[in-house]
Structures are given as C-alpha cells and as structure tokens.
C-alpha cells in the first residue's frame, strides 16, 4: 500500500460540504482522495478485479486514517472507474442477445462497412458484443416519419424469448428501427421479454440512445446490456459494503461526460459511466483553469501508455455525443465501438512513457503505440524489460532523477537505457545515445502535437494562445516542449497530479444530459412540436438530476445538432429557450463561421437530433490569490539536461518540489523533481510557484 | 555518428507535413456536401514542392487519387507556369484525363506563398454532388453527355473569385449551391493547409522546402527500392474477365519487378466501352499503384519517392487508357477491379501474401425518381436522387477469411438506413449478410449482402445500375472456390440488368444481392470449428458445409430459426 500527502495547504475544500471522498478505480490501482478542512489526503491501493469495492472499502480506510476523520463524518462519496471500459475492452461482459427489425440482424456486425485503415489487407473488424446466433429479426417496422409499415409481431418474441432462455441469456437488447421517433414496439417487446424473461437484464435503443442512424444507435444500446449486469451488481455491493464501514452518505457516480448521478441512473445506463476516469482529469483540469483565470486551456494527461487532449474553453471541457470505446488497432479512429452517449471529447493516442521506440523501413524514428506498461515497463526499470521506452530516453536525458524515481522505491538503471536506446535507434541511424534519446522524445512529443493540431481542426478551434495544463505521470516531463511545438507559451502543473482524477471528481457538477433525434426543417418549421419535445428532455433529466440535487438551482442547455441540407455532419448549436426559426437559423450560421469561417448563403438549415443538459449551477473555484514574490532557495543539485529545442546539452539546477512555496520564482533551465514525476523548465521558460502549489512556465518571448 | 539534432529535425518536419496535410483534409471532409465526400472520405489532399513532386498525402481519402492528383499538378504547373502565379490564386479542372478520371472530380490546386516567394502548391480533389449531363450512371456514349467540362483555369486571381466561372457552374448543374459551396471547401482547405506549412517554415526558420522535399523523397525512394529488392526478379502474366456493359472486359497485366522498380503493362486488354465504364489513364494508375503497395510496402507513405518506383502503362484505345471524348463516368468500375489484377502476378511472385478476388467494384445503389425519369409532370410521388455506397464480399486473406459487406480496394463508408430513408420515401426491408455467399476455402470468402427497397409512396422508382461480378465471379486462389455471382432483381423474380437505367414499377420490391469474395486454399483443409462456427451463425449454409467442406451430418449443429 502506498500513501501518500498532496501539498495543499492553501487551498481549501472548495464546495460547502465539509467532507468528501472521491475514488477513481482503476485497471491496475485504485485511488481514493478525501477532502475536508484540513487539506487533502490521499491513498492509493491495487484494485481486486474480482471484487473492486474490496478495493475501495481498504482504499478508503487508509485515507480516512490517514486524514484522522470518521466514517461518519464523511458527507459525500463520489466513484469513477473504467470498469466498463475494462469489460468492453476484455470482453468480459454479460452473455448478451439483440432483438431487432426482421432484416437488420447484421447491422451491428456490418458497421459503417469501412475499412479503417486503407493499405492493411489484414485489418480485422471489432467482433460484435453479441455472435450472430442470438442476434434475432422480428417482422415489424416503422417508417422514418413514425406511420406504422407493418404492426409488431407479439408470438415471435415470446418465441425468440424461449430461445434466449435456452441459450442462458443474461441480458437483452432491444433496437428497431425508427424508434427514435415512436418506441411503442420497443416498450411491448421490452414487457414481453421482462415477462418470459424476469431474470434478465433488458435495455431499450429508444431509452439508451434514441438517436437516428441505427449501427450508432444499436451498438450503444448492446455495450449498455452487456456490461449492466456487471456494473449494476457492483455498485450495488459497494453502496451495502460503504453502509456497513458507517459511510451512510450518498454515493454519486462520475459519468463519460464528467457530470456525477445517482446509482439508480447509473444502474440503469452504466454505458454512460465509460471513460469516466479520464473524464474527472479533465475535470481537475478545468478547476485548475478556474483557478488561474485561464478561459482557454488544454489539458494534457501522459501516462504510461497514452496521452490524452482534450480542449477546454471557458472553464467547461469540450463535450461530444459520440465517443468509440476499445480501440483495438493503434487507437485509429473506427477500430473501436461507437457509442452515442454525452461524453468528453478527447484525443487519446498511444504515446506514454513505457511507449517503445524503434527504427521504421524509412529510417525514421518511430515511437508507440505498443507500450512497455508498468511491468516489465521500460528497460531501466530493471524489471526484465527489454524494450527501449520514452521513459529510457527521459532518463538519459537528464529528465529523471533514477534515484528519487518512484520516492525512491526503485533505483533506475542508467546503463540499461543507454544499452536499449542504442540498439534500436542510436547504432541503426549512427547517432549518439544523447541524439538517439532526444530523436525518440521530439517524435513522441511530435506525435502528440500532431493529434493536438488535427483535434483542434476538427472541432473548429484554434490552439493559440492557449495554456497548456499538465498531469499523469510522464505529462510535466514532456509539456513544455509540447507547449514549445503548439505555440502555447503557458504551462501549468497542478499538484497531485498522479490521483488527478479521484481530485477532480470532488468537484464535477450533478447534471444529466438527454438527447433525442426528430428531423426538422427550419423552412418548414413547428415551434410547438420543437418545444414539446424538449419539454418532455427536461422533464426526462429533472427526474435524474433531482436524485442527486433536490433542492440546488439548475442550469440549462439547449442544444440543436444541425447542418445544411445536404450535408452529412451536423454541428452542435446552443439555442435559445424558445424554439424560433429565425433565430435558429441565426445561431446556426454563426455556430458555422466559428468552425469554418464563412457560411453558405441561402442554402436550407434542417436539424437532426436535439439534446438538453440539465445541472446544478456549476460552481467554480474561485481565482487563486496573488502571491508575493518569494525567493526560492538554493537548488538541490545540478545535472545536465539535454534541451530538444536548441538540441544540446545544458546545465539545469534541480530543486525539490516540496521545497518550493508559493511567490518563489526560478528561471529555466530548471528540473523540480517530486515522487512521481518531474518538471522540465528548459531555457526560455520562468516558473513561479502558485497559491495553489501549481508550478507555472511561461514562455519569455524574445525582445 | 551523429552528434548534432538536424537529422532528427527533418524526420520531425516530415511527420508536420504528414499533419499538415491530414488537416487540410480534415477542413476538406467536414465542409463538403456530397455524399461521397464526407461519408465515404472521396477526397484527397496533398503537399507538393516547386518541381510538382508530391511531399506527402492525407490519409483520409480514397486510392482513386494516389497519384492522380500527383499527375494533375503537373498539368497545372505546366499550364500556369511558377513565375507567372501570384499570392491569392488558385487553379481549377475536372477534366477526366488531366484530373482523376470523372467530371465529378474537381481538382484544385493553390500556389503557398512566403514572405512574397512561392515555396509550395498545395492541391486537393473532392467528388462533387451533380455535375449536370445525364446524372449518374454509365449510360452516356460520350464525355459530352456527362454534364460540365472544365478545362484547367483560374477559380480566384490574387484573391479575386472568378464569378463569370461559378456562373457557369450554377448555370450546368442540378445542385448549384452545393457545388458551389463544393468548391469553395476545396479552395479553404489548401488555404489551411498553407497557413500551417507556413507555421511550420516559421518555427524551424525554412527559407524554402528544398531540403526537406529531397530528404522525404530520397528516404521513400531508398525504402520503397528495399522493399522491392526482398522480391523475386522476373515478369508474371495475368489476366481476369469481368462482365463490362457492351461487352465481356479482358483485364490482362504483366508485372515486371526489375532493379528498384515495378513496371506494369496492360498490352492484350480489352478495347473501348460504348459507355460511361471507361477509365482513363490516370485513374487506372493509381489503383494499379494502389495494389502493388498494398503488397510490397503498405507502410510506406504516399509520396513521389515512393510513387515513383511503380510504373503504369497502358495501350491507347483500350478500356484501361482511353482517349477523349469516351464516356467515364463509372470509371471506378473497371478501376476497382485492377488490384485483384496486380494481385494475380504478384501471387505468381510471392504466393503467399496476396488474397483471393474480392466483390472489388462497389456496389453502390443510385437511385431515383422524379419527373421524367420516372414520372410525368405533375405527379405526386416524391423526386428524389440518392447514392448509397454499398459493398460485396472481399476475398480471402492469408490466414484470415475475407470482410464481409466491406469495400476494398475503395475506402467508403455506408450510408445509415435510417439516414437515407429520412430524406427520400424508399423504404429498406433488408440489410442483410447473404449466406453461402463467400467463396469456400481454407479461408473463406467474405460474404456479401442481400438489400430489399421499395418505394413506400407505391410510386416506381429507378436505379442507376453500375454493378460487376454477376456474370464473372470473384475467383478463389490456391484451391480457394470463387464467391457466389451477384443479382440484381425484382421481388416477384425477374432479373434485372446489371448495368444502366431502369425503372422499378409501382409496387414492386427491388432486390440487390451482392456478390462474395473467392475462397483462399482448399477448403478440405478449413479448420472444422471453423466451419462450425459459419454454420451455427447462419453464414454457411449445412447443406453447403456438406457440400463445399465435407462438413459431416452428425458434427453439425442446427443454426437458430430467424
């Protein structure tokens, strides 16, 4: 077991209640932050696969010892985890069946009929969640407009239903087509199911995911039946086993869209707490924009395997309704399984510091996304690992201290890098180890600005005076070069980075988003139908979010997800409360010239899908106060640290991060070094150390 | 040994410029409003130096342009000679033979300017909605019939639209809006892809892209010669009959692998279409282009380094280079096909890396209705015009079965049932994966798909057909059996033709089964749980287990009733 104290002294719980603990359960360790007046503690536990809320209940004691608090104390317990991401991606789900419109059973198996990757005769397709035998036809259908085609036929599904029991199905899911517009055939098979069926797990598209294009829809739908049995069964068990340690408090669950809700709602939509791990660090990461008053940032969580960038402007990170889970073939987009829930739009690619670097038939350097992992992790780890990382590259670049690595739990291995580094890129290219390493490093960050520039694009948005906000382990090793590369000329490093998410839970606001598609055009447009519809949206997220706010003012957004006739992307527009043609239009247009610079005359506007997120208000942390300056002392040491951007050595002073206090200030080149990670302040960078702890690099432009 | 960070710089440099041009394509995909622009990705996007010699090439878009967009900046360059461009012009053409093979294909290409000198030309493609002409489908005679001809010109000088042109176009074409509005995503995006080359030249203090361009060239060029030197030597014959529309097609190639380089011949190949099925030159390389580097050094980024290496002639007069003024429009017909071609010799070369013959050209249902075609002035029933990309079986691969209902050589995508019938009143009464469709083998074939559409106001509708392997199946290889033939047909049973016009009266169902992809081996040898495994999911048949694979009575499972 691992403790560990997060320097926090000025920062006070942020939020009116006195106590909270948040818990991210990872695939590998499980953190649990506890908030309350004193500070923050934190510990940090292997999770138990077999049993996470084992995991939990140990994690959390520690840290209730740790910060000298009792059970009952505690006001609020708010969970993250990737355990449905982990069983999408291991395929460790329920035995799952698919019930849909006769004709369509091959729907979630044929896809987007695509090859994603154009030049690989080898490419293989995701396998569907459910095999082809228990994905069954019955005769009935609707038309796109709603007018019914053929009625439901009741005695197929009681058939179907005797199959599945047969079979040993665990769960069912449910997707016709148009259903979006009308789910009456839905709810009958649905009843008709739970009624032949009362054992199992039964999900409805219209419910899911009532949105039109039907592989999107379906697929969502199935990833929601196959790991419900699971997620439901465990939340349950670790809400009892939280009661039995005299945590009475109610417990909240972090979803993909970085919003918390109840465990009734998670219960019945667990599909929606994917990625909500990453989703708190993007979360945290918005605080700390708060907090600096910086309204345009990125945030940029490295870790061992990828790294991952996500936008956000004025305190809110970007948010998507789509996002693809499993990724099975180097994270290429279209290897994985889309679902249509809200959730944080990030790009995630696979460059970590176990990445392993290697020689290409070009001759070229190439970095990921095949990664060491923790173990054997990189090759200066010691651990029997044989192949050259980023992290051995770090090291000889003077990045990392091998003897405080880890707080000094575990010595690294210098010689085993250089060895590695020079037998895969350093002797087939003729450079020397230093150049080798630093080859890998500007590759590795290359790569990220890359996914950096090319998200940027697709969202419309420019990096431009952005600040770059770093966490995860290997991210503030690498951040101001990245920063370097993206014209940022601001970084900052929050404390605590390694538990980020358990952190940024503490504060993700209770909210709840719904989304419902109806074709609309605006030259030919009914109000009343538009406002009905998102009247009965509110209605749907007030009963969610009044769960977990009773009495809190809400907030909400409307959303339209529109286009140009013709088109086949719609854009997401914020629209006013009153549905209004015109100003719809209006909306559009400049929702348009923002992502594409100009718009297209005359052309129609039509609206495919429309959503409503309702929240309690969102309170931000407040601006941090200004610091006095303060001299910072004298560096711990000095080591030579070799600067990518000029491609040379440099004296660089090193200082330990916990003798830094806030006001101080140090000008590059600086290392400050702390238990998991280190800060690289290269030349051309000043730091000053926040109220918060957060050390910031600002870049001094040349006179 | 290198003790200085220049050589990592340009390696740096190459994969900005790889971005570059991934985001020029990106602003391209997500602006466009044809169908087969944003949904299938029918675009391209490309850097090119001063010599018109391609630097790099977006991912996202389709093997038509490898190298045809390549070819076209030559022609620009040769037409609007570099002294004579200034900052704010940009050059357009959709000529088939000096673009990429169909009127539909709008190639433009625009001068990058720094600090007053010209340092790059960026060029982009993209498959505009409608072009005017007969619409779509190969049933046009002559290039004439197949709607605007632009030959190479102006789009903007220094800045200046030129409006008299998107006149014309407005004036030419069934959708102006959305070709103009076409057009002008293919001005932008070269426009962002400047302005990052111009970012880039600025971080790293480039006067000009010399350097750079003869380091990306040489390094391709040096990897693509490895590649083909790990082939055999020597020249390899083979030829593939595909059903053509007047006329039976001979597709015969001969590869040579020589020193560094890959030559293929077309000599012996079948004559001119009658129709709109013909392909030019410039279309037949870049799919032959396509074929070779999937198998010699799929790795490799489209470059002129690595383009280069592989040479593509064709005779004149015969389907695979014909002259103006032949009809092209369902170029990608014949196009799609010349993979499996180049396939064929390389299994001679190096048996064990190709796979067996796909359903290859796409099936793509365009459909419609609407006053004239389908319906006298005045009628009720809904006009609509649709392009759906569909796809057949691919064929089997070494070690792996083939893809069912997936495109290859094409990189599309399909269109969302319920997206299509949203905005058109056809109603889709089945999607489904066709079984006994894939061609037995130790690895079997992909499957390919049976469509059921129908009009849901009862009104006729008419399809554009344009579809292959109904006559010729995709052939297996080594032992491998060919996939099932394709049909197009009515519900209440007539077979339809597979090429051309022709309406679907009132009432009736239209039936669209696409072919499978050839088997890969003998299928004796498939791994019984395999076949197992096809039949207990309905995609072979018991009878056909029995039959193809010996696959015994008393180890077969029923596979559960639909």
């Given amino acids: 077991m691992m403790y560990q104290d997060i320097e926090n002294k000025q920062e006070k719980s942020i939020t009116g209640a006195p106590i909270r603990i948040g818990v991210d359960v990872g695939g590998t360790f499980t953190d649990v932050v506890i908030e309350h007046t004193g500070g923050r503690h934190s510990a940090k536990v292997p999770t138990t696969a077999d049993a996470p809320e084992t995991g939990v209940i140990e994690g959390i004691g520690a840290a209730l010892e740790r910060a000298d608090v009792v059970p009952e104390a505690v006001s609020l317990v708010i969970h993250g985890t990737t355990l449905a991401t982990n069983a999408l991606i291991e395929r460790k789900g329920a035995k799952t069946a698919l019930l849909t419109t006769e004709g369509f059973r091959d729907s979630i198996e044929m896809a987007y009929e695509h090859r994603f990757e154009q030049y690989d005769l080898y490419m293989e397709r995701p396998e569907p969640l459910v095999p082809r035998e228990r994905r069954l036809g019955v005769p009935e259908r609707l038309a796109a407009d709603g007018s019914l085609l053929m009625p439901l036929d009741e005695a197929a599904i009681t058939a179907h239903a005797a199959f599945f029991r047969q079979e040993g199905v665990e769960a069912v899911a449910v997707g016709f087509l148009h259903s979006y517009v009308d789910a009456s055939h839905e709810r009958r098979a649905g009843a008709i199911l739970k009624r032949e069926l009362p054992e199992a797990t039964i999900c409805l598209s219209s419910e899911v995911s009532p949105e039109i294009r039907e592989y999107d829809r379906l697929s969502t739908t199935v990833a929601n039946a196959y790991v419900r049995p699971l997620i439901a069964g465990y939340v349950g068990r670790l809400e009892a086993a939280l009661r039995e340690c005299g945590l009475a408090c109610p417990l909240l669950l972090t979803m993909s869209s970085g919003a918390v809700t109840t465990v009734e709602t998670a219960q019945r939509f667990p599909i929606r707490l994917v990625e909500s791990g990453p989703a708190g660090g993007a979360v945290l990461a918005r605080n700390v924009a708060a907090a600096h008053g910086l309204d345009k940032a990125l945030s940029f969580d490295m870790g061992g395997t990828t790294a991952k960038i996500c936008l956000i402007d004025d305190y809110r990170p970007q948010l998507s309704r789509t996002f693809e889970v499993a990724r099975q073939y180097r994270f290429l987009k279209g290897s994985g399984l889309p679902l249509r829930i809200p959730a944080i739009e990030m790009v995630e690619i696979g460059a970590g510091g176990g990445s392993m670097a290697r020689v290409d038939a070009l001759q070229r350097i190439a970095v990921g996304p095949d990664s060491a992992g923790a173990n054997p992790g990189p090759a200066c780890y010691g651990r029997g690992g044989g192949a050259a990382t980023v992290t051995d590259a770090d090291l000889i670049l003077g990045r990392i201290d091998p003897v405080r690595f880890a707080g000094g739990t575990m010595v690294l291995d210098g010689e085993a890098a250089r060895d590695v580094i020079r037998r895969d890129v350093g002797a087939p290219l003729g450079m020397t180890d230093e150049v080798a390493a630093a080859g890998v490093s500007e590759i590795v960050d290359e790569a990220m600005a890359n996914a950096a520039r090319v998200h940027a694009i697709e969202s419309g948005k420019p990096l431009a005076g952005r600040a770059l906000i770093a966490f995860g382990g290997a991210a503030p090793l690498h951040a101001a070069r990245l920063a370097g590369k993206l014209g940022i000329d601001r970084v900052v490093v929050p404390p605590g980075a390694g538990v980020g998410s358990a952190i940024g839970f503490l504060s993700a606001p209770i909210a709840y988003e719904v989304v419902q598609s109806r074709f609309v055009a605006l030259d030919n447009f009914a109000p009343v139908l538009v406002d009905t519809l998102f009247d009965e949206m509110r209605a749907e997220a007030e009963a969610v979010v009044r769960l977990g706010a009773p009495k809190s003012q809400l907030e909400e957004t409307r959303t339209g997800y529109m286009r140009y006739r013709g088109q086949g992307h719609e854009i997401a527009v914020e629209l006013p409360e009153c549905a209004d043609a015109e100003e719809y239009r209006r909306r559009f247009d400049d929702a348009y010239r923002r992502l594409y610079g100009r718009t297209i005359p005359a052309l129609e506007v039509e609206g495919m899908s429309w959503s409503l997120a309702l929240g309690a208000v969102d309170q931000l942390p407040a601006r941090l106060p200004a610091t006095p300056p303060a001299d910072a002392g004298l560096p711990s040491a000095r080591r030579m640290l070799y600067d990518t951007e000029v491609g040379g050595s440099v004296e660089a002073a090193v200082h330990a991060r916990a003798d830094l206090a806030p006001g101080m200030r140090l000008v590059g080149p600086v290392v400050v070094v702390e238990d998991e990670t280190a800060t690289v302040v290269p030349a051309g960078f000043d730091l000053t150390v926040a109220a918060s702890g957060a050390l910031v690099l600002t870049w001094k432009t040349p006179d | ?562």
């Fill in chain 2, 1 to 562: 040994m290198t003790t200085t960070f220049d050589a990592v710089r340009h390696q740096v440099m190459w994969n900005r410029l790889l971005s570059v041009v991934e985001e020029q394509a990106q602003t391209l995909v997500r602006t466009a409003f044809s169908t087969s622009a944003r949904e299938a990705g029918d675009i391209s996007a490309g850097v090119f130096d001063l010599t018109g010699r391609m630097l790099a090439q977006a991912v996202t878009g389709t093997p038509g342009h490898v190298n045809s967009m390549a070819l076209s900046v030559a022609h620009f360059i040769k037409r609007f000679p570099l002294e004579t461009m200034r900052e704010g012009d940009v050059f357009i053409t959709n000529d088939p033979w000096k673009g990429t093979g169909h009127l539909n294909d709008f190639t433009v290409v625009s001068p990058a300017f720094r600090g007053g000198r010209l340092v790059a030309l960026f060029a982009s493609t993209s498959h505009v909605v409608d072009v005017g002409g007969l619409g779509q489908g190969p049933d046009a005679r002559q290039v004439y019939q197949e709607g605007l001809f632009v030959p190479l010109m102006p789009f903007a000088e220094a800045g200046r639209v030129n409006e008299w042109f998107l006149e014309m176009v407005r004036a030419n074409v069934r959708e102006p809006r959305m070709v103009v509005g076409d057009l002008y995503a293919l001005a932008a995006c070269n426009d962002t892809g400047s302005e990052r080359l111009l970012a880039m030249m600025e971080e790293y203090g480039l006067d000009d892209l010399a350097g750079l361009a003869d380091f990306i060239v040489d390094s391709s060029r040096r990897a693509m010669c490895d590649a083909i030197g790990a082939l055999p030597q020597g020249s390899w014959t083979h030829s593939m009959t595909i059903d053509g529309f007047d006329h039976e097609v001979e597709l015969v190639a001969r590869l040579t692998v020589g020193d560094g380089v890959i030559d293929i011949d077309f000599d012996g190949t079948s004559g001119l279409s009658d129709f709109g099925i013909n392909c030019p030159l410039c279309y037949t390389i870049a799919y032959t282009s396509f074929g070779v580097k999937c198998i010699v050094a799929p790795e490799l980024p489209n470059n002129a380094g690595a383009l280069e290496a592989i040479r593509v002639t064709a005779p004149e007069n015969c389907i695979l280079n014909p002259p103006h003024p032949c009809a092209v429009y369902a170029r990608s017909n014949i196009g799609h096909m010349l993979p499996d071609v180049v396939f064929g010799c390389l299994h001679q070369a190096v048996p064990h890396r190709v796979p067996a013959e796909g359903c290859s050209a796409l099936w793509t249902l365009r459909l419609g209705a609407g006053q004239g075609i389908t319906a006298r002035a005045g009628s009720q029933s809904t006009p609509f015009q649709i392009m759906s990309f569909h796809s057949g079986g691919a064929g089997a691969r070494p070690g792996l079965d083939g893809l069912s209902a997936t495109p290859f050589p094409s990189g599309v995508r399909n269109v969302p049932v319920e997206a299509t019938e949203a905005i058109t009143p056809l109603v889709f009464w089945k999607k489904e994966l066709r079984a006994d469709s894939g061609g037995p083998g130790r690895m079997r074939g992909g499957l390919g798909q049976t469509i059921e559409v129908e009009n849901r106001e009862g009104a006729p509708f008419g399809i554009y057909a344009t579809f292959e392997r109904t006559v010729h199946a995709a052939r297996g290889r080594g032992g491998g059996a060919p996939g099932a033939l394709g049909r197009l047909s009515l519900a209440s049973g007539r077979t339809l033709r597979n090429k051309g016009f022709q309406v679907i009266p009132q009432g009736e169902r239209l039936v669209v089964e696409m072919p499978g992809g050839g088997g890969l081996g003998d299928p004796a040898t498939r791994d019984p749980a395999a076949v197992e495994r096809d039949v207990r999911r309905g995609l072979v048949s018991a009878e056909a287990a029995r039959r193809d694979y010996g696959f015994g009575p008393g180890s077969s499972r029923t596979a559960p009733r639909r």
